[in-house]
């Protein structure tokens, strides 16, 4: 069966830090894979494109590298701060590219 | 710019009433979806139209109808609610380079 999964657990660091994220899919040949953000009470953001032929991305603090064969996609926020805690969902680029898929999201807090 | 907007923002509804939820877009994008986010099940798509005049059905859309008379907007309607429908609705428009989908504020709906 096709399955999109992220971290369950809450990822809890201390400001200044990396936070890496996981994203790991089965039975799905996405065309792209995105990484949103969300928080409470709101809709999802933008934030990451990567296409399947491409390894790494990056945008300002952040970086996402996809890796085809493993069948994963990680997401880093270097020097972490306060204001990054959110969920955050990856998704896939499915249906020749004209849906999304997405996971269950992670949720991130940054600690003082 | 409003970007993309959502109508009602909450609504609670009594098993069997029907309703229509509204989204619009200001982007002149063609794609539009309907989603729903249920606790622990992320994101999962409902409809969605690649155009004005069309739709297709999501991962969910039974008990849901969807019309896309026009570019801009996209309407989800529930004829019979069920308790099950109980959850926040999100639309979404996606257009641009990296086929970014852009999300309205969603719809608290309650079915009692």
């Known amino acids: 069966s096709q399955k999109i999964e992220q971290n369950s657990e809450a990822l809890n660091i201390q400001e200044g830090k990396t936070a890496t994220l996981t994203c790991n899919y089965t039975n799905y040949s996405p065309a792209y894979l995105q990484w949103y953000r969300q928080d409470p009470g709101r809709g999802p953001v933008f934030l990451l494109l990567?296409?399947?032929?491409?390894k790494e991305k990056r945008k300002e603090r952040l970086k996402v590298t996809f890796d085809t064969t493993l069948k994963q996609s990680l997401f880093h926020i270097t020097a972490s701060q306060p204001a990054d805690s959110a969920t955050y969902l990856c998704a896939l680029g499915t249906g020749g590219g004209n849906k999304l898929t997405f996971g269950t999201g992670t949720q991130l807090k940054v600690e003082l | 710019n409003a970007g993309v907007t959502q109508t009602p923002k909450f609504r609670v509804l009594k098993t069997g009433q029907s309703m229509t939820l509204l989204c619009a877009q200001d982007m002149n994008h063609e794609y539009m979806y309907w989603y729903r986010q249920d606790p622990g099940m992320g994101l999962r798509l409902i409809h969605y139209?690649?155009?004005?005049?069309?739709?297709a059905k999501g991962e969910v859309p039974d008990g849901y109808n969807v019309s896309r008379l026009k570019k801009q907007n996209f309407l989800l309607g529930l004829e019979s609610a069920a308790p099950s429908q109980t959850s926040v609705y999100f639309c979404?428009?996606?257009?641009?380079?990296?086929?970014?989908?852009?999300f309205g504020p969603g719809t608290r709906l309650t079915v009692l």
């Open positions: 139209s690649v155009g004005e005049g069309t739709t």
């Open positions: 979404a428009s996606r257009g641009g380079p990296t086929d970014t989908q852009y």
């Open positions: 990567i296409r399947e032929n491409e």
